[in-house]
């Protein structure tokens, strides 16, 4: 089971999740509607997403570079980086590509999620910083991660 660290923000959705585990807690367009999120949901896929972080090896105390904008995925993969213990570095991917090379090597993160592959191969130009060979994990891999369990 992911440890949940004792902070007020995960004792507010912990108790928001019991209190009204079916209520929408994020919503996003898709496909020309919209798809709501419940409370319960969006726990299960946080706590999915902390046992994909520690298949990876992130470990408590680690850090994990995220790279993306404002979604739904942003804030799961935020979540299950908590969940497991490690420490979220959330990085605007409005960003220039060198501004994120100094900030990815200066942080040593040990896993790097990405919005896109695009901007991982931008990133992986700089081959001569020590983030270069990081794994990383693209946000388009989520929900396929999500759906094996």
Not at 86 to 91: D, N, S
Not at 101 to 122: H, K, M, T
Request: charged letters at 25%.
């Amino acid at each position: 089971m992911p440890l949940i660290l004792e902070s007020s923000l995960s004792r507010i959705l912990l108790s928001r999740c019991d209190a009204s585990p079916d209520a929408p807690a994020f919503g996003e367009a898709a496909d020309g509607g919209r798809i709501e999120h419940s409370y319960s949901r969006f726990l299960d896929d946080a706590f999915a997403l902390s046992l994909v972080l520690e298949e990876r090896g992130v470990r408590p105390g680690e850090r994990v570079a995220i790279i993306a904008g404002n979604s739904v995925d942003f804030a799961k993969v935020q979540w299950a980086i908590t969940c497991c213990g490690a420490i979220p570095v959330p990085l605007s991917a409005q960003q220039s590509d060198d501004d994120l090379a100094a900030i990815l090597e200066d942080c040593g993160a040990s896993l790097i999620c990405l919005e896109s592959q695009a901007r991982g191969d931008r990133l992986m130009q700089h081959s001569s910083r020590p983030f270069a060979n990081r794994p990383v994990l693209l946000f388009p891999e989520l929900s396929e991660l999500l759906e094996k369990g």
